[in-house]
Nanobody
């Protein structure tokens, strides 16, 4: 079992930045994938950014490329999501997920929520225009 706790969500104006953190009770990065998903009201949960082991496949949603960056502190068992140039459409509940894997879809590695067994409780990001 892996326990995940997210933090860092807040309300910001468009163009602002936030850094989300995900503290894991046990790091699965070395064996499986970890990543960030988000879910806006009335929409399905979608993958934002995922990483899988050192040198493994990565995924960045087209909508966040160039603006969001995923990183990790292995000593602290913590995953981060740096979000810059935030837009109102980034408004959502952001979830950290672990223990999963990526599938190939349309020629690229893609995360599917049902392939990740461990989830945090979520942290809300609200971007106003």
């Amino acid at each position: 079992q892996v326990h995940l706790v997210e933090s860092g969500g807040d309300s910001v104006q468009a163009g602002g930045s936030l850094r989300l953190s995900c503290a894991a009770s046990r790091y699965t990065y070395y064996t499986y994938c970890m990543g960030w998903f988000r879910q806006a009201p009335g929409k399905e949960r979608e993958g934002v950014v995922s990483i899988c082991t050192a040198g493994g496949p990565q995924y960045y949603a087209d909508s966040v490329k160039g603006r969001f960056t995923i990183s990790q502190d292995n000593e602290k068992n913590t995953l981060y999501l740096q979000m810059n140039s935030l837009k109102p459409e980034d408004t959502a509940m952001y979830y950290c997920a672990a223990g999963g894997y990526l599938r190939t879809a349309g020629g690229r590695w893609t995360p599917t929520p049902t392939d990740f067994p461990y989830w945090g409780q979520g942290t809300q990001v609200t971007v106003s225009s």
